[in-house]
């Protein structure tokens, strides 16, 4: 009977076992839970690790699916959890600390790598800092050498005059009544003899005088050398510049140091027309050797008048290349009288015979690189043959210096940095590119100026007014040498309107920037197009003269410049719109190549020039080119220099109001100094045609001129230190009350719309509120409350975040400067703006006239009110930390 209850049993227990799926085995062995259940224990397990009986008990009632499982399986299963979590912990708790370890080595390292290269950075930073440091040695070293040649040479001057100055003495003793008149100057330059000057050796001993006369005016005292006005020698400056005084002819000398080899710049020197750009052409006739590997070489030299009331000038010289014991290289020059074996009669008839008197360049080299450089030009510009008005240029040492002597000094230097890789210019051209541009326009102007007739200019029948010189090349074509398939040659030619005519009291260096920044008073934009149409394939006519509207806009995109800023290498767009139905969508824009030069009012004695050309948007290297342009050349007086003669005159520019103390008169200084400054200026524009519109186009070309002459009359008049400009208003001078007043305005109008103040408690006094406002760190600017605002003030760091001058200001409308988003703005807090007086606008983004995005955080604007009337002047704008993107 218990064997029956025994086996019932066990068969009972096998169905359970079998009908939970093997849940649990016999003696309590593992059990085989299914995922949902495992689930169900893991979410008890999170909120209770450790059950109770109870709770274990109570769990399988709520949970169905745990029904067939005993309370003792439960806990074994929290058990084995608990202690699979504990191992799991540990094994996250190793690899935890295994990783530390390994972060910790390699943070140490990361620690010796940047160690190491901030080491290295150090080091190279050291090393450069070193060559930096004996490059500048060196060249302070040569700098001390040359200085020291000048000082010997300046005591064997004051020697030389203590002598003289005793001789005079005792001849006044020994004769009262008598005068010598052999003193009368310092150097008389003998004039050699010729009877040797058909053959070699009477060459050869030409050559060697005129090597000893040129050293004695390179080293020695054989010329009285005064210093240039406006040229302080230094260690970064260009070079020492010193101008003849009482001597035959005019003469300039420049010394300095250059980073190229003696050949090198011999090399540079000896090819004038690629620096000297009144020189037409060079041609070396006879070269043969001489000692010390040197050569002679017989030159003819045609250089172009820079005026059309002017003939032009011709050499013919010797040019003596050799080499002194002391290793130094010398290239001298003088000129030889008659025509020799070189140009016939027949090609020179149109110049006059100028004189080179020994001139050329000694250039020593210096320990560790480099050379020492002496350039003299001594030349007789034969100033009888022009007109009375024009002799001060060919009198003038100074016009010698800016135009020859000192721009031969700089074009080697600019070689010189281009070669090192200091220059770095823009649309990623070559600089040999840029500059083949320069010279390409420079020679173009002065071909126009001048005409000559063995390049085809032949001058037209006058209308019987003689102010504008009408001249036609039919020969001519807008061709290049290194792609002649970019050539556009026309049926008729180029025609060329030019005139001369003399300024008083206008500083040529405002009127050029004047003229350059504000195109739309002088130009007329149709013919601009006429012009430029002529570049493109298929033109028209009179392409120019379709209805079109200049939108007053131009845009000036710089390519280079020069070492010390003196020439502007620039693209000029203009923004135009045609007004035909059928071009309506058609874009007008016209693009200019330009060049200007001579911006600088403190240089003494320097030509102004403003030259342009038509240029396709492509801007290819090999473009045709013909320009146009100004050119203004100051004419120096004869008396001596003073400080006063010498200062810069009075310009728009507010920087020369704060410069001033409040003591002075600027006014009248002003007027003193300009008061006998005359000018000369040439105007010459050149037009395609063809043959059967030659009259129309001559009639549109004079017509042209003669409205550009009356503008520029107007301008200068409005310029002239005399008078005020009726389209720019009173100047910003401390001799009148506009620019402090206005400050006042704007610093009482910022406290009593916001509150608070402008400038500082401790600057509101006098005229230091004008000074503290153009030196605040924020652009400051102001336009007047038009329908169209324009600007008219902006602080310094207004111009400079515009990219602008105080005299191009006022051509910047209001909404140019702004975004899409910054307009929006400005338009919704407008009527806040008008009505509460003041407003802030959110951080944004502005343009500058040169096309740069600039950003600001915030931007302040508020009314400027006048205290007399309690109106509205005008609307001020402070952009708050702004920087260029």
Known sequence: MAMVIQQQQQQQRESSSGSINKHQLDNGKYVRYTAEQVEALERVYSECPKPSSLRRQQLIRECPILSNIEPKQIKVWFQRSKKCYRLAEDFVDEELCMWEERLDFLNWDLNRILAVVLIRMCREKQRKEASRLQTVNRKLTAMNKLLMEENDRLQKQVSQLVCENGYMKQQLRTAPATTDASCDSVVTTPQHSL????NPAGLLSIAEETLAEFLSKATGTAVDWVQMPGMKPGPDSVGIFAISQSCSGVAARACGLVSLEPTKIAEILKDRPSWFRDCRSLEVFTMFPAGNAGTIELLYTQAYAPTTLAPARDFWTLRYTTTLDN???????????????????????????????????LIRPCDGGGSIIHIVDHLNLEAWSVPE???????????????????????????????????????????????????????GFNDAVNGFNDDGWSLMTCDGAEDVIIAVNSTKSLSTTSNPTNSLAFLGGILCAKASMLLQNVPPALLVRFLREHRSEWADFNVDAYSAASLKAGSYAYPGMRPTRFTGSQIIMPLGHTIEHEELLEVIRLEGHSLAQEDAFVSRDIHLLQICSGVDENAVGACSELVFAPIDEMFPDDGPLLPSGFRIIPLDSKTPDTPDTL???????????????????????????CHHTRSVLTIAFQFPFESNLQDNVATMARQYVRSVISSVQRVAMAICPSGLS??????????????????????????????AELLRSDSVGGDSVLKNLWQHS???LCCSLKSMPVFIFANQAGLDMLETTLVALQDITLDKIFDESGRKALCADFAKLMQQGFTYLPAGICMSTMGRH????????????????????????????WSFV
């Open 389 to 443: 008005v024009l002799r001060p240029l060919y009198e003038s040492s100074k016009v010698v210096a800016q135009r020859m002597t000192i721009a031969a000094l700089r074009y080697v230097r600019q070689i010189a940095q281009e070669t090192s890789g200091e220059v770095v210019y823009g649309l990623g051209r070559q600089p040999a590119v840029l500059r083949t541009f320069s010279q390409r326009l420079s020679r």
């Open 726 to 755: 009726p389209t720019l208003g009173p100047k910003l001078s401390p001799g009148s009350p506009e620019a402090l007043t206005l400050a006042h305005w704007i610093c009482q109008s910022y406290s009593y719309h916001l509150g």
């Open 778 to 780: 924020d652009a400051i």
């Open 854 to 881: 600039v950003s600001y955080e915030q931007a302040v604007a508020w009314k400027v009110l006048a205290p007399e009337d309690n109106t509205v002047h005008c609307l001020a704008f402070s952009f708050i930390n």
């Open 327 to 361: 290793g130094s290289l010398v290239v001298c020059e003088r000129s030889l009288s008659g025509s020799g074996a070189g140009p016939n009669p027949a090609s020179a008839a149109q110049f006059v015979r100028a004189e080179m008197l020994p001139s050329g360049c």
């Open 195 to 198: 009877r040797d000057a058909n």
């Open 647 to 673: 200062t810069a005159h009075r310009t728009l520019d507010l920087t020369s109001s704060l410069e001033v103390g409040p003591a002075t008169n600027p006014a009248a200084g002003d007027s003193s100094s």
